[in-house]
Nanobody, 127 residues
Framework: QVQLVESGGGVVQPGGSLRLSCAASGSILSINAMGWYRQAPGKQRELVAV???????NYADSVKGRFTISRDNAKNTVYLQMNSLKPEDTAVYYC?????????????????????WGQGTQVTVSS
């Protein structure tokens, strides 16, 4: 069974920092892109940042220069360092990973590529 487990959310004052972590576990053969999304109350889920297996990154314009995404392939973990936080960054942050997993079938073991989501972690920026 594959899981993405997030940690690091919390309450912080404007201008403060938080670091989110997301660890993937299970029958994982390889990990392609990993990313962070967020969803504020009453709004659609939006992309915050993504990192490819080769380390290429892309950010939402609203977080460029403040947030940094990174990954540790040995630990199957992706991080989001968030600095200079603003009240408008308040949201539930979700980890996403495109995984190739080992799947057992009656005919044998197969490789399956699938997108997985974490359970979400709340980030609140408030004075």
């Amino acid at each position: 069974q594959v899981q993405l487990v997030e940690s690091g959310g919390g309450v912080v004052q404007p201008g403060g920092s938080l670091r989110l972590s997301c660890a993937a576990s299970g029958s994982i053969l390889s990990i392609n892109a990993m990313g962070w999304y967020r969803q504020a109350p009453g709004k659609q889920r939006e992309l915050v940042a993504v990192i490819t297996s080769g380390g290429g990154t892309n950010y939402a314009d609203s977080v460029k220069g403040r947030f940094t995404i990174s990954r540790d392939n040995a630990k199957n973990t992706v991080y989001l360092q968030m600095n200079s936080l603003k009240p408008e960054d308040t949201a539930v942050y979700y980890c996403n990973a495109n995984l190739v997993i080992r799947h057992e079938t009656p005919g044998g073991v197969v490789r399956v590529q699938q997108s997985y989501w974490g359970q979400g972690t709340q980030v609140t920026v408030s004075s």
